[in-house]
C-alpha cells in the first residue's frame, strides 16, 4: 500500500515536471503596424498617382504629335495624287506629240522623193529670193518647233517624276516618323500598366495595414477596459483632450473672400460630378480628364471659358503659391502642368485623377504642388 501510494506520488511529480519544462508553441502573429507605415504606404501612393499622371500627360502630348503626322501625311498623298495626275497628263500630251511627230516622219519616209520633191517645188515655186528665204525659214522652224516641243514635253515629265520621288521620299519619312511614335505610344502605355499594377497593390497594401491598425487599436481597447483604474484614466485623459481640441477649433467663416460667392458655386458644381469616371480627353460628365474637368466646371458654374490643357491653364489667372491658396483655385502639378485640380478647402481639391479613377476629392499637400492660379476676383 505504501508502495503503491509512493508510485502514484511519484508519478504526479514527474508529470507536474513534464507539464514545466514543455515548451509552448504559440501560433504566429503579425508584426503590429505603425501609422508611420501607414504614411509610408500612402506616400507611395501619391507617388505612383503621379506617375500615373504624368504618362497620361506624355500620352495627351503623343497624341497631339500623332494628330499632326496624321494630318501632315494626308496632305502628303494629296500632293502626290496630284503630282501623279499631272505625270499622267504630261504623258498624254508627250505621246500625243509624239505619234503626230512620227506619223510625219513616216509619211517623209514612205513618200521618199516624192516628199522632198514637195518640199522643193515650195520652195522653188518662191517669186522671188526673199520668199524663198520665208518659205525655208518657215519649213525649218515646223521642224524646229516639233522637236523643242518633244524635247520640252520630256523635261516637264522627268522634272515631275523628280518632284514625285521627292515627295515620296518625304512622305514615307512621315509614316518611318509615325511608326516610331506608335511604338513609343506603346512603350508609354506598357509603363503605365506597370504603374496602375504597382498603384492597385500599394492600395490593397494600405487596406491591409488600416485594417490591422483598426484591430490593434480595438485590442488595446479591450484590454484597457479590463483594468477599471486604467480605463477610468483613460476616459478623464479623453475628456480633457476633447475639451482642449474644442477650445483651440477657430471659429468657421470668419474670413471671407471677395469671390466666395463664385467659389461657392464652383465647388458645389463640381462636386456634383464626384464619381464620374476618367476619361483620356474627356470634357463632358460622361467622362473627364483633369483638364476637362476644371474647365468643364468653371464655364458651366461661372462661365470663365479656360483654355483646354492643364499646362494652358496654368498661365491664366494670377500665380499664387501653393501654400496660399484659397477655395476656388486651381492647382497644379507639373511645370508645364500635367495634372489640375480645384482646391475647395479644409486641406482638400477636387479632381480627376487617372485612368481608371472616378472624379474625388483627396488630400492637399502644397508641397506636392508646383503652382497654384487664382481665376476667381
Known sequence: MIKKSLKYTVSAAVLATMIQVTPTFA???ESPVTKGQIDATKGQINDFETKVQQLDNRIALSMEKSDKLNNQIKIQQGKIEETEAEIEKAKKSLDAHKKVYSERLKSIQSE?????????????SS?????????????????ESDTALLNGLNDKQEALKEAEDKLQNEFDNLKTSQDELAAEQKKIEEDKQAVEKELADAKNKLQDQEGQLAQQEQEAERQAQQQPQQQSQQQSQQASSGKNVSNSTPPTGAASLPDSNAASAVIAYAKQFLGVPYVWGGTTPSGFDCSGFTSYVFRNSVGISLPRVSRDQQNVGTRISPSQVQPGDLVFRGSPAYHVGIYIGNGQYIHAPQTGDVVKIASYNPSAFSSAARILH
Not at 112 to 124: D, F, M
Open 27 to 29: 501560433s504566429p502573429v
Open 112 to 124: 521618199g522623193k516624192l516628199s522632198i520633191a514637195t518640199y522643193a517645188e515650195v520652195l522653188l
Open 127 to 143: 517669186e522671188n529670193f526673199s520668199e524663198f528665204v520665208n518659205r525655208f525659214s518657215a519649213i525649218s522652224q515646223i521642224m
